[in-house]
């Protein structure tokens, strides 16, 4: 079974510490959620692991079992078995997709596959995301909808079949459809023994693909590692708890945490007003 393991892992942005001593293990076969108030490191800790050259890691380690991934390139940590799903996929003018996913599997492989081959599992990766096939022949999420980026990089997911998949927000964006075919697709990959770190703001998706554990990230560290009960509770309490339980000062809030849970961020502060 591999692991993922990160310890005191302290990375900055500009100068400026964002994680200070995250320490952290995912094992193939489970799913983490990755919970935490808005701003305090969670987005930043995938970025870190996947090898964004805007973060800077000034001490701390992540190995892959035994493989050293800070001192892999970007594509090397794929090649290893990371998968990053992000919260704002880019759109890539003049990449064709196909030829994108195409080299992307390649890359994964000793031989390249075969034409027949790559067709293949890419027309089923695209039913299987209930995607259009014939957006394979646009260049990489251009002039995609928002929901349409998120389950694109799902797809890749499925077919790079990554040891360990980090999912940034991959249901923000989501009507309920599009959430069911992710959660779906998810499942699938949770039944392969597919290790996930998983970072939502909303219950519903958790509730769809059952992590097996749950950890609080707070001002830059996790404050809290648990079972995935911690979802439910943060969900009715939100993050108040965690300084009168645990005497933790929550830095950087902009709104009480007591108002706001993982299930209501977007839906009822943004219908307050109106």
């Not at 591999?2 to 320490?23: A, F, Y």
């Not at 594509?75 to 992307?104: C, T």
Request: charged share 25%; hydrophobic share 40%; aromatic share 6%.
């Amino acid at each position: 079974m591999s692991t993922l393991k990160i310890e005191n892992l302290h990375v900055s942005v500009k100068d400026v510490e964002i994680l200070k001593g995250v320490t952290l293990t995912v094992n193939e076969g489970e799913t983490l959620a990755l919970l935490g108030p808005n701003g305090h490191g969670k987005s930043t800790l995938l970025a870190a692991i996947m090898g964004n050259p805007n973060y800077t890691v000034t001490e701390g380690s992540i190995f892959l079992d035994d493989i050293d991934v800070l001192a892999l390139p970007v594509d090397e940590r794929s090649k290893a078995g990371i998968f990053l799903a992000m919260q704002y996929p880019s759109e890539i003018p003049g990449v064709n997709s196909a030829d994108f996913m195409k080299a992307a599997m390649n890359a994964h492989r000793e031989k390249p596959m075969s034409l027949f081959q790559f067709y293949s599992k890419l027309q089923g990766a695209y039913k299987e995301m209930h995607i259009p096939f014939e957006m394979s022949n646009r260049n990489l999420n251009e002039g995609f909808s928002g929901g349409e980026k998120k389950r694109n990089e799902i797809l890749q997911m499925k077919l790079l079949e990554p040891k360990f998949a980090l999912l940034d927000e991959i249901d923000s964006g989501l009507d309920v459809d599009a959430m069911q075919v992710v959660a779906k697709a998810i499942g699938e990959e949770q039944e392969k023994g597919r290790g996930f770190l998983v970072v939502s703001h909303y219950a519903r998706l958790y509730d769809m693909i059952h992590p097996t554990r749950a950890a609080v990230m707070v001002n830059g560290r996790i404050a809290v590692n648990g079972g995935p009960e911690l979802i439910q509770k943060i969900d009715t309490q939100g993050y108040e708890w965690i300084r009168d339980e645990l005497g933790i000062s929550i830095e950087k809030e902009e709104q009480p945490m007591n108002k706001v849970s993982i299930g209501v961020c977007a839906t009822r502060e943004a219908t307050k007003d109106k």
